[in-house]
C-alpha cells in the first residue's frame, strides 16, 4: 500500500491516498460505512488536565517521535515523508512506521497536521489497519524525542470513496489544533492496485504535557502543561 498525499488542495485532488497497493493480492479489508455521532460527554484522559484554550496559539507543535492510540493497541515509531516527484504525499516503505507530511503543520500546532500509514502488507494487517476500531472519545497520544506529549480527541472515524473524500477538511487552512490519520479501506482492486477508499480519523489536540526537567541541583521539576 502505497498514500500519496499532497498538501496543495488543487493536487491532493487528483487522488487522495493513491497507490495503496501490493504487487501481489493483500489481505481482505472490509469497508467501513460512514459513521456520525451524536453528540456526548468525552471523558478527560487519565492523569491528564483539560487546559485553558487561551494559551492555544503559544504551542507551535510536536517533531513526532513515536505515536500511540491505547485503545486500538497502535504503537509505532514515526518519520517525516514528503512528496514525491509526482507531487503526491509518500508514506514510510516499513509498514509498520507512521509517516507526518512536511511540510505541514506539525501535531499540536495550528492547522491540520495529516500522519498516514499502511493498511496492510502481503501478508496481513499493518500499522494503521486497527484505525477502524477507533471511536469518538478514544484518545491519540504523539510523543516527540524529549518525551514531550501532545494529546488529541477523536472526534470521527469516516470512510469515504477516494473521489469523495473531503480534502479541504483534511488538509486545508484552519485556525484550530488538529491531526488527521490517514489509511487505506474498502475492497481492493487488482487491475488498479489499490483500494477503493479511504479511512480519516479526525482528532483534535485535547492538551500538551511537556517532559519534566532536571534543574542544575539534578532534581525533576514538573513539565509546562499547555495549549
Known amino acids: 500500500m502505497k498514500i500519496h498525499n499532497c498538501l496543495p488542495i488543487f493536487i491532493v485532488m487528483l487522488l487522495l491516498c493513491s497507490g495503496c497497493s501490493h504487487s501481489s493480492q493483500p489481505q481482505p479489508v472490509k469497508a467501513v460505512e460512514p ?7 468525552i471523558p ?3 492523569h491528564l488536565e483539560k487546559l485553558p484554550t487561551s494559551k492555544e496559539s503559544t504551542f507551535k507543535g510536536l517533531i513526532p517521535r513515536k505515536i500511540s492510540i ?3 493497541n497502535i504503537n509505532a515509531v514515526t518519520e517525516p515523508v514528503g512528496f514525491l516527484e509526482s507531487g503526491m504525499m509518500d508514506v514510510p516503505k516499513a509498514t509498520d512506521r507512521v509517516g507526518y507530511l512536511r511540510p505541514a503543520a506539525l501535531p499540536g500546532g495550528e492547522g491540520n497536521a495529516v500522519m498516514a500509514g499502511h493498511v496492510d502488507t502481503y501478508t496481513g494487517p499493518a500499522v494503521f489497519y486497527p484505525l477502524k476500531k477507533l471511536h469518538q472519545g478514544d484518545f491519540v ?6 518525551g514531550n506529549k501532545a494529546v488529541f480527541i477523536v472526534e470521527a472515524v469516516k470512510y469515504y470513496p477516494t473521489a469523495q473524500a473531503p480534502i479541504e477538511a483534511i488538509f486545508g487552512p484552519t485556525r484550530e489544533h488538529r491531526l488527521n490519520l490517514i489509511t487505506c479501506a474498502g475492497r481492493y ?6 483500494h477503493e477508499g479511504r479511512l480519516i480519523v479526525f482528532t483534535k489536540l485535547h492538551s500538551v504535557v511537556m517532559a519534566p526537567k532536571k534543574t542544575d541541583q539534578g532534581e525533576l521539576i514538573s513539565g509546562q502543561k499547555y495549549p
Do not use: G, L, N, Q
Open 44 to 46: 478527560e484522559p487519565p
Open 189 to 194: 482492486s487488482r487491475s488498479r492496485r489499490e
Open 141 to 146: 497520544y504523539v510523543i516527540d524525542h524529549y
Open 70 to 72: 491505547p485503545s486500538v
Open 35 to 41: 459513521k456520525t455521532y451524536r453528540a456526548k460527554t
